[in-house]
């Protein structure tokens, strides 16, 4: 367990309407992570977070905003959501190892449908 | 560019046989890391191992074994006398050193795997 909470787990909502889904960590590590999951696809990152207030791009931006205004939360925005955002998200963070090299761990996923 | 590629798209087994799912890479970077993850039906990803680039121990763990080889760029898992509960989607996936504190991970399209009784 490396204390991700992810909310909310299950989402419907429709087309146009924002949403926010919402990770916590409990133990202040420096880097999260926001990741889509979509058959076919595999997983893809969409934003990342080294620090409060510092964000940037992954690979699938386009349509999503964060924000980290606290260490322990990392928000994801979808301004005005799609139907091809229907996905699972998955937060993450990074863990410092013993030896060089960190590992990521996933919170537990948030269904989201738009319909 | 990185790339990660499980050519296995599912692989169906009876219990106790052995299975190896496998993973080829593709990277300019001399130090990476290498991942896999357990996806079971519940949906969560479970880490399973992380190996650096510059350590090519192979590594077991109970059943399950990797094997690291840089030659041929391959990180291949074995679950050896499988069970029931190893039925799950297996990925696999690679990042570079300074990506995002190594959190920036490049996926392969996972491989579904399951073990009938």
């Known amino acids: 367990d490396a204390g991700i909470t992810q909310s909310p787990r299950h989402k419907v909502t429709e087309t146009g309407t924002p949403v926010t889904l919402r990770c916590h960590q409990t133990?202040?590590?420096?880097?999260m992570y926001w990741y889509r999951q979509d058959p076919g696809h595999g997983l893809r990152l969409i934003h990342y977070?080294?620090?409060?207030?510092?964000?940037d791009k992954g690979e699938v931006s386009d349509g999503y905003s964060v924000s980290r205004s606290k260490t322990e939360d990392f928000l994801l925005t979808l301004e005005s959501a799609t139907s091809s955002q229907t996905s699972v998200y998955f937060c993450?963070?990074?863990?410092?190892?013993?030896?060089?090299?960190?590992?990521?761990?996933f919170g537990e996923g948030s269904w989201l449908t738009v319909v | 560019a990185q790339k990660v590629t499980q050519a296995q798209t599912e692989i169906s087994v009876v219990e106790k046989e052995d299975v190896t799912l496998d993973c080829v890479y593709e990277?300019?970077?001399?130090?990476?890391?290498l991942f896999w993850y357990k996806q079971p039906p519940s949906g969560e990803l479970v880490f399973l191992i992380r190996?650096?680039?510059?350590?090519?121990q192979n590594e077991i763990s109970g059943r399950y074994s990797w094997n690291f080889q840089k030659s041929t760029s391959s990180f291949n898992f074995t679950i050896t006398a499988s069970q029931v509960v190893d039925s799950a989607v297996y990925f696999c996936?690679?990042?570079?050193?300074?990506?995002?504190?190594?959190?920036?991970?490049?996926f392969g399209k996972g491989t579904k795997l399951s073990v009938k009784p």
């Open positions: 993450a963070i990074s863990v410092e190892g013993p030896r060089s090299g960190n590992t990521i761990y």
């Open positions: 133990e202040n590590h420096r880097y």
């Open positions: 977070s080294y620090g409060v207030k510092d964000t």
């Open positions: 990277t300019r970077d001399t130090t990476y890391y």
């Open positions: 190996r650096n680039s510059f350590d090519e």
């Open positions: 996936a690679l990042s570079e050193a300074d990506g995002g504190s190594q959190g920036n991970l490049i």
